[in-house]
């Protein structure tokens, strides 16, 4: 049985975490067959990624029991981290936008995931934490890299450090969601949201995505050069050229 569902409809490469016996959490197939979803999420006919979760929560963070109870534990959660990271990151570097919708916990690694999407709508009961330090492990999938950039140094500290649990409203405050949504409307907002950004320039949309999260990596002088290039591509194309004469029609 599957542990991640793929379809494509409409523009929308949807990208399921199937596991809800037990919570969606992330044990070394999974994050092979991640890793093979995103991969097929870079086709052309896909426009917009939309993350979600089966069953009643999101994502549990690793899968606790198939790492203690493999042969060799360490060189498993190694494995696991690095798939579960290398899937993560090509995500967040593809042209293309990538909405979640969260619900119920998103907890350790489930937080890469978040940190990794570009919209984030969550139902309004979610719960958010770090959870690493409650089993004596620490953070993994690139989370200790994102979380400081997205809500700060101190409150990443906060949550590694002391095991805070976010409700969505804080989680909205801190900048770590983007929406609040009632639970039983989720998955409609979720896809809404997607959809409209598929109907979009998504192009447009994908690369301004891509040179957001770039900056990050490079100092202002090429941060410029890569926005000036790119317009200056962005321009030429059919899409633009469309919006750019409908604009000046008004």
Same mark, same amino acid.
């Given at each position: 049985?599957?542990?991640?569902? +793929?379809?494509?409809?409409?523009?929308?490469?949807?990208? @399921?975490?199937?596991?809800?016996?037990?919570?969606?959490?992330?044990?070394?197939?999974?994050?092979?067959?991640?890793?093979?979803?995103?991969?097929?999420?870079?086709?052309?006919?896909? =426009?917009?990624?939309?993350?979600?979760?089966?069953?009643?929560? +999101?994502?549990?963070?690793?899968?606790? =029991?198939?790492?203690?109870?493999?042969? &060799?534990?360490?060189?498993?959660?190694?494995?696991?981290?690095?798939?579960? &990271?290398?899937?993560?990151? =090509?995500?967040?570097?593809?042209?293309?936008?990538?909405?979640?919708?969260?619900?119920?916990?998103?907890?350790?690694?489930?937080?890469? +995931?978040?940190?990794?999407?570009?919209?984030?709508?969550?139902?309004?009961?979610? !719960?958010?934490?770090?959870?690493?330090?409650?089993?004596?492990?620490?953070?993994?999938?690139?989370?200790?890299?994102?979380?400081?950039?997205?809500?700060?140094?101190?409150?990443?500290?906060?949550?590694?450090?002391?095991?805070?649990?976010? %409700?969505?409203?804080?989680?909205?405050?801190?900048?770590?969601? @983007?929406?609040?949504?009632?639970?039983?409307?989720?998955?409609?907002?979720?896809? &809404?949201?997607? %959809?409209?950004?598929?109907?979009?320039?998504?192009?447009?949309?994908?690369?301004?995505?891509?040179?957001?999260?770039?900056?990050?990596?490079?100092?202002?002088?090429?941060?410029?050069?890569?926005?000036?290039? @790119?317009?200056?591509?962005?321009?030429?194309?059919?899409?633009?050229?469309?919006?750019?004469?409908? +604009?000046?029609? !008004?």
């Amino acid at each position: 049985m599957s542990g991640v569902g +793929f379809e494509v409809s409409g523009g929308v490469g949807r990208i @399921t975490l199937d596991r809800p016996e037990v919570s969606n959490a992330i044990d070394l197939p999974t994050a092979h067959e991640f890793a093979d979803a995103v991969a097929a999420v870079a086709a052309d006919e896909v =426009r917009v990624v939309l993350l979600s979760g089966a069953g009643a929560r +999101f994502c549990a963070g690793g899968d606790v =029991r198939s790492f203690v109870t493999a042969a &060799e534990p360490s060189r498993y959660l190694h494995e696991l981290a690095s798939v579960l &990271e290398g899937a993560l990151r =090509r995500l967040s570097e593809l042209p293309k936008a990538v909405v979640a919708g969260v619900h119920g916990a998103v907890a350790g690694a489930g937080l890469a +995931f978040v940190l990794n999407a570009d919209v984030v709508v969550a139902a309004r009961s979610t !719960k958010f934490r770090m959870a690493y330090s409650g089993i004596g492990l620490t953070p993994d999938c690139g989370v200790s890299y994102l979380l400081p950039r997205t809500v700060g140094t101190q409150r990443a500290l906060e949550l590694a450090l002391t095991g805070r649990t976010l %409700t969505t409203e804080q989680a909205q405050d801190w900048g770590l969601i @983007t929406e609040v949504a009632e639970d039983d409307v989720l998955a409609r907002r979720a896809d &809404e949201l997607a %959809t409209a950004l598929a109907d979009g320039p998504a192009a447009a949309l994908g690369q301004a995505k891509r040179l957001i999260r770039s900056s990050f990596d490079g100092s202002r002088q090429r941060s410029a050069a890569d926005e000036a290039g @790119t317009i200056a591509a962005a321009v030429t194309t059919s899409e633009a050229q469309r919006l750019i004469q409908h +604009f000046i029609g !008004k």
